[in-house]
């Protein structure tokens, strides 16, 4: 029975390496991740070796190779943020959830992870959690906000 | 979009054609009128919902418009627009009445809607939001609101790139046309051939604005007259600077100028295909970039026979994968064939052999965004603004601790010292300014005394830094430099791509070195010690290795920071090699913390966080710090709520 | 179109398009090179060629600059050099200091630059990378710690061999090469040619090694151990003596191995007789019949485990044949054994080869009878001058000595197999034996005895005009068969190995070879077949007296049962 990436990989099929990324973005966007499964269809389709295509995805910050968390958080570490202590809150937030960044809880509510810039330079230190930012933060403001994803839920 | 149905698209066609319509000429000059809003029939507000607008929730504020409009069954026009710049102030808010100027309010969050609305729409003004006027040669001016080109921060900006940027529909093509948008592309077509684009822009002198500031003629020249049958162009808005936010900005404030700037130089270099390279971060720029090309296409500016001229073009939104390295034009270009992003050798050169093995022309977004103004008022007028070797005008992100953080755009020429005290308000809270990061990993920071350095390729090179992208970002007296200096070339290590050794095994060295500078003391036996020393001795060589041999820009340029710290701020160096002190305050493994007895009131809240339960000290009771304990983490310090905690 | 060039002061000649490093090494000026690999494009990744040019505000990589008229430049002045000493001092800095327990001791590449460019003091000390090495595969051991990301094994495995497999993990200095989510290389595509292994600069990668297993056996006296040596490694092994490429020195080897305690010393060209022999049979029999064709060959295991792995659907096409390494041990352990009264249960077959796949061929579950294995241990050339050397064996002082009987005579079309066209040349004498009842008239095939990547012949054989065709890497395999499925059916026979070239440069050969010493070694096989007195394996007659005595005839039951093999599809991240 095709399933979503059966959809995704066809609507690229005719598609040359090229667009390799697109695709993975694409399969990411849909899935959440990378899988293997994934990848080895995509390279039996495309015609790819999955040691060329896991080569390119690890390459690049974006893809993720396990499941993100329910709240996703991104913390921005750019300069501006990085001036305004951002490093801080990278440091708060990893020690309220107890995980690293890159990584998901075990709970599979959080994850975090660390991005270069946001390009909201004026309004750091910034962070994100599932495309709804947070600006001007403190690190003691952190729990407040997870406690809040946290009440969200239930 | 409201005004999306004032003209089809074969009208559309017709009005860039300008010299085709000349018996209807007056009928659709009163329509671009309507559309440029020259008269309004019901009030119009304009909100910015760029990425900057929408951190600081704007989102927020244009639901509780919409709410408070049909609450009070309201007929108003709700217009999204770009960012104008003022990031600091956002979410912005513009409103023009009936026969009134175009006003603009300062941080509409969305509790403040209600009585903004309230006393706006009944003529009147809401207390300390008004930021200013914009002028109009025939509607009724504000009393008492002054001019917004009176202000300081517009005063000394000079916008060609920016001159739409928040204050038009980034999702109107017909408001970009209203306002003489697609009239270049038309004249190139119907009159120009590619060498005379060419030409054209040789003779602007228009240099790269990513940061090599090569001359862009030249290179479309180079990829002209390259023997191939196909061309590529790519835009280039993989902005990873940290830092930077110009390609944003333009994306998402004036997607179509970036089009036509793309459609001109595919044109001049006879390529049929272009990809702009947009970071994925960046979604709301490519979710506009992508409708733009849309609407262009529909409206016949793109696409297949392009305006009768024969051309065709096509243009393609790829986004990018989170890669820094990937803003260097080969790495950038594996990354478009769909391979890890690592950068070639040059030569060959990407405008002989780049895309698939085509000539390929690789182009700064702002370059692009300049190309339409030079076409439309030719090399003449753009070489008029700037300096000796650098025309024009540069777009800069002011970011850091000064007043106006934002977007600018300023002629070539113009001082950092104008820019940083003038336009950006100067440093926040009254204090000293200790140095200007430019360029980002690949730049610089400049301290105070070369402030008066003015913007030009060539002086800011001889004052030690580079123009760099446009990433501007100030710091005060509470930057440590050497934490500077790590945080770049961590960043560096971070972002090197691993194909070349001197970047990725000595950008990591080169961070190592700094580490073990900012380490603690009481952590250290005599062989660290003695590590940290050699380390320092190495670094200049270290670093002129990595320069001299890197494969790519981005090693060659890593050193950069660290160089031009240790040439201007050498002293901060030595006090935390010899002396373990940091004067900012900031490497924490050399911060002491203490508490304040007096303040203490012995809450408990900073001895229950401390990770390594340095803190002692009974309930109700003043607590004390172990010192030989305490790693500096700066926990306590964030959680006191009497201020108790300080740092000597 | 020549020009000069200004080189450290001394004028030089140059050709428009090369690159520096060309225009240098002509004029015999020596700059040290890493990631370069001579016929492919340059990655310009490591560096260490870089050179000072006059006007160059950078210092450039001579492997990838085209020369040009203006260029002065300086090979060696102190910037130069200073440069690529840190380059290597960085490499070091994050590399294991363990080279005196390290597989390539003596022959290694990060070594040698330390050595030459006077390394003595770690300037840069860092924290380093720490990396499990990988012991799970059946031939090569991956050991990421060692590695320096040259990336010459990605480029063999993708652009050479066509495996695929290796490739670059992550970004930055976390990168790691290995297989396909960084897993297990016996998990993965592998398909163990081991071309990697004579890439790698360091010892990053390396052989699985068999040879003190080997040690235990022969010194229990209730073990009676039977080396079969491949007809190739008699010709490298030499070189691993000091001796000069191309000497083959079969006599001296089976002298040797009898001093180290084998108690019986086999060559492996009888096997490749009686491989050549059942494969021309298995020939005969589908043309006569119809059957599947063209016919792949299968005594590369390599190839066949790229094609279990690839194209499970052309499994059928695979000569059913064993390869010369297990039908020789199939032989040993049921006729020999029988002939001399030997219980198989206490016999051990080691067998030297010029190959890391054999090492996964003789672990094969399809490789056993009986359950007993065909071959117990299989080392490689490598392995096997080591182990002399430990034995203390002294090659210069020995007198040769001849293989031992039953196997003790072999054609030299068993000897052509170590090079690529071997098999098919060999093949075609006997099939044309086989059809026509005459002797093949020509005594070299000039196509097949070039050094091309594809190679193709056809011959006429009574009514049937066969084609046969040789590659020598399985990018090409897969290409020819992509050609089959779109209906080309002028071919019979398609002989792959996996290394360029054939076995005679296998991944199991003296690293460091270079094309003068291949192209020696090359000669050495064709002069054998050119000058010897057998050179047709049905009339070879020790191989006639194993069909008389033992076997009966080609594709006989017995045949059947003891020389042939079955290949089933793998299922692995490809």
């Known amino acids: 029975m095709p399933d979503k990436l059966d959809e995704i990989i066809n609507r690229h099929l005719h598609l040359q390496r090229d667009n390799l990324l697109p695709l993975l973005q694409e399969v990411q966007q849909a899935l959440g991740y990378l899988s293997e499964e994934s990848i080895n269809r995509i390279g039996a389709a495309l015609n790819l070796n999955t040691s060329k295509i896991y080569g390119v995805a690890t390459f690049y910050d974006q893809f993720r190779f396990e499941p993100k968390g329910r709240f996703h958080i991104q913390i921005c570490h750019g300069t501006a943020c990085h001036i305004e202590k951002s490093a801080r809150i990278i440091a708060e937030t990893e020690r309220i959830l107890k995980i690293r960044q890159g990584q998901t809880t075990r709970d599979g509510m959080f994850s975090i992870e660390v991005v270069n810039c946001m390009g909201a330079c004026a309004l750091s230190p910034v962070i994100a959690i599932n495309d709804k930012y947070y600006s001007g933060l403190q690190p003691r403001d952190i729990k407040g906000i997870i406690d809040q994803c946290k009440t969200n839920e239930v | ?648 | ?574």
Not at chain 3, 536 to 543: D, G, I, R, T, V
Request: proline share 5%; charged share 25%.
């Open chain 2, 1 to 648: 979009m409201p005004s999306s149905n004032l003209l089809s698209p074969d009208k559309l066609r017709d009005f860039v054609l300008l010299n085709k319509v000349s018996d209807n000429t007056p009928e659709i000059e009163k329509k671009l009128s309507l559309i440029r809003r020259d008269t309004v029939t019901k009030p119009v507000i304009f909100v910015g919902t760029g990425t900057c607008g929408m951190i600081a929730g704007a989102g927020e504020t244009l639901q509780s418009i919409r709410n408070y409009l049909s609450e009070k069954a309201i007929d108003a026009e709700i217009v999204e627009v770009g960012c104008i710049g003022l990031c600091s102030q956002e979410p912005l808010v513009d409103i023009q009445l009936p026969g009134k100027r175009r006003i603009s309010f300062t941080k509409i969050t969305a509790p403040r809607v209600e009585s903004l609305l309230d006393e706006v729409l009944n003529s009147a003004l809401p207390d300390g939001q008004v930021l200013g006027q914009y002028p109009h040669p025939h509607l009724e001016a504000w009393e008492g609101v002054r001019m917004l080109s009176e202000m300081p921060f517009f005063r000394l900006q000079n916008r060609i790139v920016l001159s739409n940027c928040g204050i038009i529909n980034p999702f109107s093509i017909e408001e970009y046309i209203a306002r003489g948008g697609y009239k270049s592309l038309t004249r190139v077509l119907r009159n120009y051939s590619s060498e005379k684009v060419c030409n054209i822009i040789e003779e602007s002198g228009l240099r790269g604005r990513g940061g090599g500031g090569f001359p862009t003629g030249k290179k479309w020249k180079t990829a002209l007259s390259a023997d191939a049958d196909e061309r590529f162009l790519i835009c280039n808005g993989d902005e990873s600077d940290p830092g930077a936010f110009m390609d944003r900005a333009l994306f998402e404030g004036d997607p179509h100028k970036i089009i036509e700037g793309v459609a001109i130089a595919a044109y001049a270099i006879n390529a049929r295909k272009a990809y702009i390279y947009v970071r994925a971060e960046y979604t709301l720029a490519v979710d506009r970039l992508k409708k733009g090309i849309s609407q262009a296409t529909e409206a016949g500016l793109l696409g297949h026979n392009i305006l009768n001229s024969g051309y065709n073009l096509t243009i393609q939104v790829r986004e990018g994968a989170g890669a820094f390295v990937c803003g260097e034009e080969t790495a950038l270009i594996s990354s478009l064939e769909g391979k890890r992003g690592t950068p070639r050798p040059k030569p060959p050169f990407p405008a002989v052999r780049g895309l698939f093995g085509k000539p390929t022309v690789v182009n700064n977004v702002e370059t692009l965004a300049n190309v339409p103004a030079i076409l439309g008022n030719g090399p003449l007028w753009f070489s008029g603004t700037g300096t000796e070797t650098s025309k024009g005008t540069k777009v800069f992100a002011l970011a850091g601790k000064i007043n106006n953080t934002g977007l600018v755009e300023v002629s070539m020429g113009t001082s950092l010292y104008d820019l940083i005290f003038h336009i950006a308000g100067g440093v926040r809270e009254g204090k000293r300014i200790k140095a200007v990061q430019l360029g980002g990993p690949s730049g610089s920071c400049l301290p105070e005394q070369l402030l008066d350095v003015k913007i030009d390729y060539e002086a800011l090179q001889e004052a030690g830094t580079i123009m760099g992208s446009g990433g501007l970002v100030v710091m005060d007296e509470d930057t440590c430099m050497v934490d500077i200096a790590m945080f770049f070339t961590d960043f560096l290590q971070r972002e090197s791509c691993g194909k070349c050794i001197p970047c990725r095994e000595g950008s990591r060295r080169m961070h190592e070195i700094l580490e073990n500078i900012t380490r603690r003391p009481v952590s250290e036996s005599g062989h660290e010690t003695l590590e940290r020393f050699k380390g320092v001795m190495q670094l200049e060589n270290l670093a002129g290795v990595i320069r001299d041999t890197s494969l790519c820009g981005l090693g060659q340029t890593a050193p950069n920071p660290l160089i031009s710290a240790l040439k201007y701020f050498r002293e901060e160096f030595e006090e935390h090699i010899f002396d373990r002190k940091c004067r900012a305050n900031v490497c924490k493994d050399l911060r002491v913390f203490y508490i304040d007895i007096e303040k203490c009131t012995g809450c408990t809240a900073c001895a229950k966080k401390c990770p390594t339960t340095a803190i002692i000290g009974s309930p109700r009771n003043p607590h004390f710090i172990i010192e030989d304990k305490c790693i500096g983490c700066g926990i306590c310090y964030d959680v006191c709520k009497f201020v108790a905690v300080f740092v000597r």
């Open chain 3, 1 to 574: 179109m020549n020009f000069t060039i200004e080189v450290n002061n001394k004028t030089i000649t140059a050709r428009k398009g090369e690159t520096i490093l060309e225009a240098l090494e002509r004029s015999g000026i020596k700059v040290p090179t890493l990631c370069h690999m001579p016929g492919l494009y340059p990655t310009g990744s490591c560096r260490m060629c870089v050179v000072e040019v006059e006007g160059k505000s950078n210092l450039i990589t001579a492997c990838s600059y085209p020369v040009e008229e203006w260029m002065k430049i300086r090979t060696h002045s102190p910037r130069v050099v200073n440069a690529r000493k840190t380059n290597v001092e960085l490499l070091l800095s994050n590399h294991p200091d363990d080279c005196l327990y390290c597989e390539r001791n003596g022959n290694c590449e990060l070594q040698k630059f330390a050595e030459d460019l006077n390394v003595r003091e770690r300037r840069f000390p860092g924290k380093k990378n720490k990396y499990k090495s990988d012991p799970s595969g059946s031939s090569i051991v991956r050991d990421p710690a060692k590695c320096i990301l040259c990336g010459r094994c990605v480029r063999t495995c993708d652009e050479v061999i066509g495996a695929v497999t290796l490739g670059f993990i992550g970004r930055g200095n976390k990168t790691i090469i290995g297989p396909p989510f960084n897993k297990q290389i016996n998990l993965s595509s592998c398909i163990t040619c081991g071309q990697c292994i004579m890439a790698c600069p360091t010892g990053a990668l390396h052989e699985k090694k068999h040879a003190s297993d080997l040690q235990n056996a022969l010194h229990n006296p209730d073990i009676h151990v039977v080396m079969n040596y491949s007809p190739t490694v008699s010709v490298t092994i030499g070189e691993k003596f000091g001796m000069k490429p191309g000497r083959d020195i079969h006599g001296i080897l089976n002298a040797a191995l009898r001093k180290t305690g084998f108690d019986r010393v086999f060559d492996t060209s009888f096997g490749a007789d009686l491989y050549i022999t059942e494969l021309a049979a298995e020939m005969e029999q589908r043309l006569i019949k119809g059957e599947t064709l063209p016919v792949f060959s299968s005594d590369c295991p390599a190839w066949v485990k790229y094609a279990e792995q690839w194209h499970p659907d052309m499994l059928p096409h695979l000569s059913s044949c064993k390869s010369p390494q297990q039908m020789l041990g199939a032989i040993i352990s049921s006729y020999y054994t029988k002939l001399y009264h030997i219980n198989p249960d206490n016999l051990y077959t080691v067998s030297a080869m010029p190959c890391t796949a054999k090492k996964f061929e003789a672990q094969r579950e399809q490789m056993t009878h009986k359950g007993i294995s065909d071959v117990d241990v299989v080392l490689t050339t490598r392995e096997l001058a080591e182990f002399i050397r430990l034995n203390g064996i002294d090659t210069e002082q020995i007198e040769p000595e001849l293989a031992d009987k039953p196997f003790h005579v072999r054609s030299s079309s068993g000897k052509l197999l170590s090079v690529s066209g071997g098999v098919t040349e060999a093949l075609i004498r006997t099939l044309h034996y086989r059809i026509t009842g005459k002797d093949f008239s020509q005594a070299k095939i000039a196509e097949l005895r070039n050094n091309k990547d594809y190679r193709e012949v056809k011959i006429k054989m009574g009514d049937h005009k066969l084609g046969f065709a040789v590659v020598s890497n399985v990018k090409l395999a897969s290409r020819l068969i992509a050609e089959i499925k779109a209906g080309r059916d002028d071919l019979h026979f398609i002989e792959v190995m996996a290394c360029p070239g054939g076995c005679i440069n296998g991944g199991g050969q003296p690293i460091g070879t270079d094309n003068a010493a291949l192209k020696s070694r090359v000669k050495t096989v064709y002069e054998t077949d050119d000058k010897d007195s057998i050179r047709y394996p049905y009339k070879n007659p020790a191989l006639i007296g194993l069909y008389r005595d033992f076997l009966g005839e080609p594709l006989g039951s017995l045949s059947l049962e003891l020389l042939h093999t079955t290949y089933k599809k793998r299922e692995v991240p490809l």
